[in-house]
């Protein structure tokens, strides 16, 4: 192996008294690099950053990228009243149909021009893997111009999450994460990532989550919660998020009707974008994906943070609890002598205490075990030290459920590829 190391863990840093073993022994200072593929670099040395998408076609305009006026619009448009436009968005926010024959609302001779018009085909299955015995459901699709994405699906007690994906691509160029590995390929459109939430409800509603437990039973079933942690820095396609979520939470006909406190709109830390999230009349959960406390190690692993440094990012998200009320959300990914020395869990609860109490939460994340990688999970004892380590200073902290990992679904490692289409 050829990582960089040094040793300016725990020797250097405060420890307390009675810790396991594992937890407290010296441990080396893993430095994140990229495996098996080349990251672009600018001519500063430092890794590039991609915030505007090149010019590309975007896909034809569907219902889910229009507010209910301009559906009411592109209907008289058609020559038919504006009211046909609240019976297809009821079709298409409560029923999941896009399907002319199931419009029987809908005079019989235009039906089919109205959905051709308003019901662009943009999500095609590529394909479907299913682990959890089949509470975990992940799609490959190819968008309309064959771009490649994904989306999850994860039945857990009590509620249905989908990841959703935003970009095809991403411009960010983190070195641990699969999706950024070929760039920024375009932003996707609202109507895009509405899709992958509503054909994730027709799946629900045909028992395709859960195994086979389909019929009747899952008809009142639905998407509750979504995470935008999927392919993607959806502040980065901070437009088209907004529509996105805006149909999500408004209210049909308008909308999906979903809560926003159950939509979790994550990031790697664009400041300026949580300022305009923060002013939003649209309360969703916030999460950063913040992976260390340190500027030094954060510089490497999450390239934006050469932009936005670490106590910006913190600034940015408590101000978001402040602004909104919402408790906000540190996501942490534990990667074995990477980010995962006590120290580092010390200065984060300092970090996060100099701001408040009661405002944030942390989660953990264990990454995949990856033998022979530098980027392989931390150590079980190590993770639970951590996790005390945040708990002890006060953090609500709680180690994240990594569903969908046997199928490369949990984040940080949905890298659609025609590879995948085998
Ligand atoms: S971790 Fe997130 S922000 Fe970083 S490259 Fe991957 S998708 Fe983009």
């Not at 033998?371 to 993770?383: H, L």
Request: hydrophobic share 40%; charged share 25%.
């Amino acid at each position: 192996m050829t990582e960089k190391t040094s040793r300016h863990d725990a020797a250097r840093r405060p420890r307390p008294a009675a810790r396991s073993a594992a937890a407290t022994a010296e441990r080396p200072q893993v430095m994140p690099k990229a495996e098996g593929w080349t990251q672009p670099m600018g001519p500063d040395g430092r890794p590039t950053l991609q915030f505007k998408q090149p010019r590309v076609t975007q896909p034809p305009t569907h219902l889910a990228d229009l507010t209910l006026a301009e559906r009411q619009e592109r209907m008289k448009e058609l020559g038919l009243p504006a009211f046909r436009a609240k019976q297809l968005s009821v079709h298409y926010f409560e029923h999941y149909t896009t399907d002319p024959e199931q419009m029987t609302d809908l005079p019989k001779d235009r039906r089919a021009e109205i959905a051709e018009a308003f019901f662009p085909p943009l999500l095609t299955e590529v394909r479907r893997f299913e682990t959890d015995k089949g509470d975990t459901v992940k799609f490959l699709w190819r968008l309309f111009d064959g771009a490649l994405v994904e989306s999850v699906l994860m039945r857990y007690p009590g509620r249905i999450t989908l990841c959703v994906s935003s970009q095809a691509g991403c411009g960010m160029n983190c070195p641990f994460c699969a999706t950024g590995q070929n760039g920024l390929t375009r932003n996707m459109s609202a109507a895009e990532i509405v899709e992958q939430v509503v054909v994730a409800n027709q799946v629900i509603a045909a028992g395709g989550l859960g195994g086979t437990r389909g019929g009747g039973a899952h008809d009142a079933e639905r998407v509750t919660n979504i995470v935008f942690m999927g392919m993607g820095e959806p502040l980065a396609n901070y437009k088209r998020l907004m529509q996105a979520v805006h149909r999500m939470v408004d209210p049909s006909p308008e909308g999906l009707g979903m809560s926003a406190r159950n939509i979790t709109v994550s990031t790697v830390g664009l400041v300026p974008a949580i300022r305009k999230l923060t002013q939003e009349a649209v309360p969703v959960t916030f999460a950063l994906s913040l992976h260390a406390p340190d500027d030094e190690l954060r510089d490497e692993l999450i390239p934006v943070n050469s932009r936005w440094k670490v106590d910006e990012a913190i600034d940015a998200a408590y101000d978001y609890f402040r602004q909104t009320g919402r408790r906000v959300s540190i996501e942490y990914a534990l990667i074995k002598d990477m980010n995962d020395h006590m120290w580092r869990a010390d200065l984060l609860a300092k970090k996060l205490n100099a701001r408040g109490r009661g405002w944030v939460h942390v989660n953990p994340i264990p990454l995949n075990p990856t033998p022979g990688s530098i980027w392989t999970s931390s150590e079980p004892a190590v993770m639970r030290e951590f996790v005390q380590r945040l708990q002890d200073a006060g953090i609500p902290t709680s180690l994240r459920d990594t569903r969908g990992k046997e199928i490369d679904g949990a984040c940080g490692q949905l890298a659609a590829g025609e590879g995948d289409e085998a």
